[in-house]
């Protein structure tokens, strides 16, 4: 099946930056859509940015002008460069990547694991 690995949370202070990495392997014939959500305490999931196949982008309002989502398609793995943190931009972030696999070349949607990112005051 397929293997996401998220890399790069922490804990950063207001305005700083933090890059997220998400990594998929296993079975893959080849990938679509690539994105980042959050999911803050209390809150429901969001969509925070997401890239196309073709490299189209769109993004939270709330994150416009800060966020910029890139991929590596050789290396089958998304970025989320984030600039500018705010503190409600804590939450744990999630990367979802969507793609068929080698068997019977079927759809997948795969979740990575989370990763945490705390923006301080």
């Known amino acids: 099946q397929v293997q996401l690995v998220e890399s790069g949370g922490g804990l950063v202070r207001a305005g700083g930056s933090l890059r997220l990495s998400c990594a998929a392997s296993?079975?893959?014939?080849?990938?679509?859509?690539m994105g980042w959500y959050r999911q803050a305490p209390g809150k429901q999931r969001e969509l925070v940015a997401a890239i196309t196949s073709g490299g189209s982008t769109n993004y939270a309002d709330s994150v416009k002008g800060r966020f910029t989502i890139s991929r590596d398609n050789a290396k089958n793995t998304v970025f989320l460069q984030m600039n500018s943190l705010k503190p409600e931009d804590t939450a744990v972030y999630y990367c979802?990547?969507?793609?068929?696999?080698?068997?019977?070349?079927?759809?997948?949607?795969?979740w990575g694991q989370g990763t945490q990112v705390t923006v301080s005051s």
């Open positions: 979802n990547i969507e793609g068929i696999i080698v068997v019977k070349f079927l759809p997948f949607s795969s």
């Open positions: 296993g079975s893959i014939v080849s990938i679509g859509a």
